[in-house]
């Protein structure tokens, strides 16, 4: 947030190279990867990517993750429609973490409809929520959660 | 960043309770913790916590990692003197990552002596340093790297 260069990545362009990407290996297939909203700096979620996740998300310019749940691709906003457009991607010291700035279309990144999923901040009396949901999560996805 | 509210979080007084924090259980006993600089919203890094971990770090109010690759807790700046004090500490909605908002104490989160571990830039030609280290690590952690 603080640098003085501003010259804009072109993730969408971006292939990746053998050795001037993340080290998934590091991770055993799977590295964290961080969403901060580009404009606000806010932190927007964590989630994980594996290689093929990573190539598209330069490929397409949209965040693409890997769901350990679910043990496949997870095309961000691929049933909300609240994509993530990638405007900058970071690779950390070791090469095991990512980060992207991203601009989160509809505002919200978490399935509760909260802007953030950090939306839950820790207080002596436990856990406090800051901020209210932008959407319905039922209207959203449904009778599904998630 | 964004939230109206801004009543500081007192983690150096907040004891975890079950179901009011991070469920270490889902990552196996250990989950991805962010930090980020609590005044510019710079991400600065990301580690690893384990239960012991965090609670050390909501005690003394300063950060405690798990390091995988030493299998013991890591007091960040135990080397290098550059602590990070909490300011505020976040849960992710499925209680399995954890945000730290902290002041980053000598400036800079790295070992490379970067502000921020997340100092290079994925562009098309390959990875691009962004800005400049504030310090030399080999004067502040010797010979040694890390």
Redesign the interface.
């Known amino acids: 947030?603080?640098?003085?260069?501003s010259r804009p990545?072109?993730?969408e362009?971006?292939?990746?190279?053998a050795g001037?990407?993340p080290d998934f290996d590091k991770g055993g297939g799977i590295l964290?990867a961080?969403a901060?909203?580009a404009q606000?700096?806010?932190?927007l979620?964590?989630a994980f990517m594996n290689a093929e996740s990573y190539a598209e998300t330069?490929a397409t310019g949209r965040a693409v993750y890997f769901s350990r749940s679910r043990n496949r691709l997870w095309r961000k906003g691929e049933e909300s429609g609240n994509v993530q457009l990638v405007r900058?991607?970071?690779?950390?010291?070791?090469g095991d973490?990512i980060?992207l700035k991203v601009e989160q279309v509809g505002g919200a990144a978490?399935?509760?409809g909260?802007?953030s999923?950090?939306?839950?901040?820790?207080?002596?009396e436990?856990?406090e929520v800051?901020?209210t949901p932008l959407f319905d999560p039922a209207q959203v996805y449904g009778k599904k959660s998630g």
Do not use: W
Request: proline letters at 8%; one cysteine or more.
């Open positions: 947030m603080s640098e003085p260069t990545t072109a993730p362009n971006a292939a990746p190279s001037e990407g964290p961080i901060q909203d606000t700096g806010e932190v979620m964590l330069l900058e991607v970071r690779i950390d010291c070791d973490a980060l978490c399935h509760t909260h802007r999923c950090f939306y839950r901040r820790v207080t002596k436990g856990l800051v901020g």
